[in-house]
């Protein structure tokens, strides 16, 4: 058996893009609609538009939510550290990620950079060339390279646009914030031993 994943997206060429940085493949076919990548000509992974039917009928329904229920995607990296990759962020997008309310923007590239923002511009809050939104429907996470530049866009609406942020480092590495001392003292006795393991607060 050789399992063929295949997951829908929004935007082919921008996923196939991340996932050839995130995980060293290759394109085997390239384009809007359809994408297989490969590692030593060995299929890892489809991307497939949502709206796109070919000859099978959509996939799946962008309406239909949540999204990927019951459904994780799993890929193990060896050379972690290697690739640059010293801290992984991750954003849930709890309110729909728009471009005219807030939504994170990257600047691809950057965690191969030896400057901070502070060393380039004037004001870290304005826009950067080449610089790329996160957006996506309500229930949508991004995952990212934590040494990647990135900050909140202006949100221009009268509505909040919430999300749930976190980020995750080797045990062995140190953190940039002392997390025990932001707890309190009734969370850190309330909460189970695997918990403080998981925390890095044991």
């Known amino acids: 058996m050789n399992p063929q994943p295949l997951i829908c997206v929004n935007d082919v060429e921008a996923s196939s893009q991340w996932y050839q940085r995130l995980l060293g493949c290759q394109s085997a076919h390239g384009g809007r609609d359809y994408e297989r990548l490969v590692i030593g000509g060995k299929l890892v992974l489809q ?7 070919h000859h099978h009928g959509p996939i799946g329904d962008p309406k239909a939510k949540p999204y990927g229920n019951g459904v994780l995607l799993w890929f193990e990296i060896h050379d972690f550290d290697a690739a640059g ?3 992984v962020g991750f954003i849930f ?5 728009r471009c005219d309310n807030g939504p994170t923007r990257f600047v691809p590239g950057s965690h191969e950079w030896s400057n901070v923002p502070g060393d380039l511009v004037k004001d870290p809050t304005a826009d950067y060339d080449g610089q790329v939104q996160a957006c996506g429907p ?6 990212y390279n934590g040494s990647v530049w990135h900050g909140h866009a202006a949100n221009s609406t009268d509505k909040p646009r919430r999300s749930i942020q976190g980020s ?5 590495a140190q953190s940039g ?21 998981l925390l890095a607060v044991d």
């Open 168 to 172: 995750y480092i080797r045990r062995e």
């Open 85 to 87: 990759w010293t801290m």
């Open 93 to 97: 997008m709890v309110d729909e990620f």
């Open 138 to 143: 309500a229930g949508s996470m991004a995952v």
């Open 47 to 53: 991307l497939h538009r949502w709206d796109v039917g």
């Open 177 to 197: 914030i002392n997390l025990p001392a932001r707890m309190r003292s009734e969370t850190l006795a309330r909460i189970s031993p695997l918990a403080k393991y």
